[in-house]
T-cell receptor, first 113, second 110 residues
Framework: GAGVSQSPSNKVTEKGKDVELRCDPISGHTALYWYRQSLGQGLEFLIYFQGNSAPDKSGLPSDRFSAERTGGSVSTLTIQRTQQEDSAVYLC???????????FGPGTRLTVT | QQQVKQSPQSLIVQKGGISIINCAYENTAFDYFPWYQQFPGKGPALLIAIRPDVSEKKEGRFTISFNKSAKQFSLHIMDSQPGDSATYFCAASNDYKLSFGAGTTVTVRA
């Protein structure tokens, strides 16, 4: 079956512009995560959605970052007024219920110039 | 603060050799320790995972060794193959939030 998909695969933007990154989770997966992978670093937790519960936003690095999940499926991560330090690969993952097995998408590589 | 420390940053092994990657953690509440494998341009994929009630888990050529008292765990790749060349991440969790190590890039020379 189809895995987690993300778009765009690459995004180059100028400092100060807003960007939106999209994630389509595996059908039927109720949990959705966003992680950030910076060069040479591990994956950094950003946000977690589970069903209709309030999301865990504790990993968002600043108030320039926000995310929403519509209809319990597609999610959008928005970064406002991008900075060069936002350059990274943004990974989305989904899981079935409270399973700790995460299925990652291929990521969106964001470059802020 | 990085809750899981991983070493080495990179390693090169000959085909047929053994690759060993080590991780250490501080949070004794962690109860789930997965390893993820990532190929260039792809997202990480779960390789193997262990819970602290066992000291070792083996799946094919991949083995996790777990030392609860030392708060350390390691991945052993036996009979390493060129197709194993990838970046490996250890992780730890006690809920839905995974804390990842910085990753180890493994290169298997034919």
């Amino acid at each position: 079956g189809a895995g987690v998909s993300q778009s765009p695969s690459n995004k180059v933007t100028e400092k100060g512009k807003d960007v939106e990154l999209r994630c389509d989770p595996i059908s039927g997966h109720t949990a959705l995560y966003w992680y950030r992978q910076s060069l040479g670093q591990g994956l950094e937790f950003l946000i977690y959605f589970q069903g209709n519960s309030a999301p865990d936003k504790s990993g968002l690095p600043s108030d320039r970052f926000s995310a929403e999940r519509t209809g319990g499926s597609v999610s959008t991560l928005t970064i406002q007024r991008t900075q060069q330090e936002d350059s990274a690969v943004y990974l989305c993952a989904s899981s079935l219920g409270v399973s700790q097995v995460l299925y990652f998408g291929p990521g969106t590589r964001l470059t802020v110039t | 603060q990085q809750q899981v420390k991983q070493s080495p940053q990179s390693l090169i092994v000959q085909k047929g050799g053994i690759s060993i990657i080590n991780c250490a953690y501080e949070n004794t509440a962690f109860d789930y320790f997965p390893w993820y494998q990532q190929f260039p341009g792809k997202g990480p994929a779960l390789l193997i995972a262990i819970r602290p009630d066992v000291s070792e888990k083996k799946e094919g050529r991949f083995t996790i060794s777990f030392n609860k008292s030392a708060k350390q765990f390691s991945l052993h790749i036996m009979d390493s193959q060129p197709g194993d060349s990838a970046t490996y991440f250890c992780a730890a969790s006690n809920d839905y939030k995974l804390s990842f190590g910085a990753g180890t890039t493994v290169t298997v020379r034919a």
